[in-house]
């Protein structure tokens, strides 16, 4: 096994204490009044050293959300056999939540109901997003013979995804005082009953 370099841990180390810094002030200031400056005075480099990083603050949080795509990937195709699609991506939402706070808790953390900036194609992030549970529904329904299973995941995934985002859009118009990890887990346990129901 290839253990990274020196330099290579040093800049991994970098990145990690930027995001952290940035999620936890974005949690206590809110994402609009959070400057770059602040995000890298807190994690001790300048902002220079920032851009170095990341290209803007939605780039940082853009990365966030990427990073937490296969650890949500994963969760789903863990989840127990006989979990119906939807139950099985709201439990690992859930489950991420209760282990994860920051990792979910940026989607909810930056620009208001935003998967995408201008710094990254308009659609990538999203999609990126949307195929990440496609794939790993598509595992879980390979059981199931049948002959529409990648089709099936993709519409699965593709709801599911929608659900969130009118999630981020719900959170993001309550008062800064109720946005908490939280409500936003609530908000998506409503939404996700609105997708099974359909009422």
Known sequence: MVTPGRR??????TRRALQDAALQMFDDRGYADTTVRDIAGAAGVTERTFFRYFRS??????GE?????????EQIRNRPA???????????LLALGAERSAGLGVLFSGPPARFA?????????????EDG?????????????DH????????????????????????????????TLTTALRLVQDAFTVLRTGD
């Open 117 to 129: 900036a201008p710094t990254r194609n308009p659609d990538a992030v999203l999609l990126t997003f």
């Open 133 to 145: 549970i496609a794939e790993a529904l598509a595992h879980r329904l390979r059981e199931s013979d």
């Open 148 to 179: 529409n299973t990648a089709l099936r995941a993709s519409v699965l995934a593709r709801a599911a995804v929608a659900a969130m985002r009118a999630t981020l859009i719900a959170y993001s118009t309550l008062p800064d005082r109720e946005r």
């Open 82 to 92: 006989d979990e119906p699609p939807y139950t099985a991506i709201l439990n690992s």
């Open 65 to 73: 959300v990427l990073d937490l795509i296969p650890v949500l990937a």
């Open 57 to 62: 603050k939605e780039d940082l949080v853009l």
């Open 8 to 13: 290579e841990q040093h800049k991994a180390a």
